[in-house]
């Protein structure tokens, strides 16, 4: 049995999460879910967006389920306090096609690997009346574990190749540590091609000629931006998972927003959500099962018959979920 702490979060949080506990409550795999809050609603019930039960919830657990929170400006988020609390210091971020869906491309499959503790979303910032100061960290310590992980990651996904991103030219001090730990982690790790690339001509090369990055690592903010970016190439956010992994806890997420506009018209696409609990299984070594309702989803996608509206169908959130299931009967 797995313990798994549930967040749903606010707006169509609660709707894409409901699908993903729908298709995992149908799998041969025994889970006890601890449900807890975080978000807007929660900060206007408690005064706070994220509660240290909710914090603790997330360490007792085998791994973290999160749907989406609003976050108010002048509030302190959910999402990156519990990155910072649980130390979870690499987002994964896989930029992959699926047939089916309306892209820019049909042929990607590459993962962004973004440093997710430190950076410019570190949040040191200072302000007088004439000007207002962010410090961007960048730490030998985060920026060896980070580019360690890609390599291992990598390896352990038979991906032939890394790539750092960064902007060394300009930043030197904090990008140039940055690069210069990147070569001396991959001089570990001779069977995989390294390259490096300016962020600036990454992002052009996103566009152009995605196909050939393979494994991205870089630092906080770019990361968060290229992602979005990568989203944009195979359908957008609603087909991207993510995860942030640390040492001792997982944590998974949809990087799509909370969509208040949307929420309880239960028309918001599940995929996203469903895809993080996919990377949730294989964090928990169930990799077959994992492969299996990736596959289920798929299918649904391919037929396009029981899709939400984004997709071009007519379908709820639930009645995908529940198609989803339906393709995974004779398979467990």
Do not use: W
Not at 97 to 116: A, M, Q
Not at 273 to 282: G, P, R, T
């Amino acid at each position: 049995m797995f313990d798994i702490t549930v967040i749903s979060g606010d707006g169509i949080g609660k709707e894409v999460m409901g699908a993903a506990l729908h298709v995992l409550d149908h799998l041969n795999i025994d889970f006890n879910y601890n449900f807890t809050n975080a978000g807007n609603e929660c900060f206007k019930k408690t005064g706070t967006t994220i509660p240290d039960k909710t914090i603790n919830e997330a360490r007792e657990g085998d791994a973290t389920l999160f749907g989406a929170v609003t976050t108010v400006p002048g509030q302190k988020s959910a999402i990156i306090t519990l990155r910072k609390e649980l130390d979870l210091f690499a987002n994964i971020r896989p930029v992959k096609s699926y047939p089916g869906v309306k892209s820019l491309y049909d042929d990607l499959d590459f993962v962004i690997i973004r440093e997710n503790t430190e950076g410019l979303y570190s949040g040191i910032e200072e302000a007088t009346e004439e000007r207002a100061t962010a410090l961007r960290v960048i730490t030998r310590e985060a920026s060896e574990r980070i580019c360690k992980f890609a390599f291992q990651y990598a390896k352990k996904t038979d991906r032939g190749k890394v790539t750092v991103i960064h902007k060394a030219n300009v930043l030197k001090k904090t990008d140039g540590l940055f690069r210069n730990i990147f070569y001396k982690i991959a001089a570990d790790f001779s069977d995989i091609r390294t390259e490096d690339r300016y962020v600036d001509a990454a992002a052009m090369l996103f566009i152009t000629k995605p196909q050939i990055f393979d494994v991205v690592v870089t630092t906080n903010l770019f990361g968060d931006i290229l992602s979005d970016e990568g989203a944009g190439l195979v359908g957008g956010l609603g087909l991207t998972p993510s995860a942030n992994i640390g040492e001792n806890y997982g944590l998974f997420e949809p990087v799509h927003g909370s969509a208040p506009d949307m929420a309880g018209k239960n028309i918001a696409n599940p995929s996203a959500m469903i895809l993080s609990a996919v990377m949730m299984l294989n964090y928990l070594k169930e990799y077959e099962t994992a492969r299996n309702v990736e596959n289920a989803l798929i299918q649904v996608l391919i037929e396009g018959k029981t899709v939400t509206p984004d997709l071009g169908g007519s379908a709820s959130t639930i009645e995908m979920a529940k198609e989803v299931i339906n393709k995974l009967e004779g398979k467990l």
